[in-house]
């Protein structure tokens, strides 16, 4: 068992917090033609291999029994307390408006500020748009509904436009269909 960091965004942070985040995908990283001696994860016992029967992705970002620490966007307040970006409103005419800290980047969030720890349970490789309606829901997103509660947009479609705005400027959207680790997770009480 290893204890590993893992970036979140304010809104996938609320939805841990809430409950309904249960999952992550994240881009596989390719060798080329490199033998990383790993035969990998995959729920259909599919293995991704190169042109010459090596396998050709790195090992997985985590192993199921895993703890991760969340970082998230943080601050210190005044009394030099840890803040966290996703306890705060959206916006200036919220009760505390985010102008009142001074965010940092959830990238140089340290270990000792981490409020939020997750085990994980199981990892595998996918193309990202295998995931299903239940996945997409598992992964923090909740269909748009209209104002009488039809559903104008499934769980799935509200994923599918997250992953193009994190990962489309990257080469990785949506159309390209990239193979994901996906990790699946649960929160450990404090």
Same mark, same amino acid.
């Given at each position: ?34 033998? *990383? ?7 259909? /016992? ?8 090596? *396998? +050709?992705?790195?090992?997985?970002? +985590?192993? *199921? ?74 992964? /923090? ?50």
């Amino acid at each position: 068992m290893m204890e590993r960091p893992i970036l979140f965004g304010t809104p996938m942070v609320r939805a841990i917090r809430e409950g309904r985040k249960t999952q992550t995908r994240r881009v596989v990283k390719f060798l080329g033609n490199r033998n *990383p001696n790993w035969t990998g994860y995959a729920k259909d /016992g599919l293995q991704l291999y190169n042109g010459r029967n090596e *396998p +050709c992705i790195t090992k997985p970002p +985590c192993q *199921p029994g895993d703890l991760l620490w969340v970082r998230e966007t943080w601050g210190k307040d005044d009394n030099g307390e840890y803040v966290y970006r996703a306890n705060y409103g959206l916006t200036e005419d919220d009760s505390f408006p985010p102008s009142m800290f001074r965010w940092k980047p959830s990238i140089h969030m340290p270990k000792a500020a981490a409020r939020i720890w997750l085990k994980v349970n199981a990892v595998w490789v996918d193309k990202v748009q295998n995931i299903s309606e239940d996945e997409a829901r598992a992964e /923090g997103c909740l269909p748009l509904l209209d104002r009488y509660g039809v559903v104008m947009i499934a769980a799935r479609g509200v994923y599918h436009a997250r992953w193009d705005q994190g990962y489309a400027r990257r080469g990785y959207g949506w159309g390209a269909n990239p193979w994901v680790w996906v990790i699946e997770f649960e929160v450990l009480k404090p």
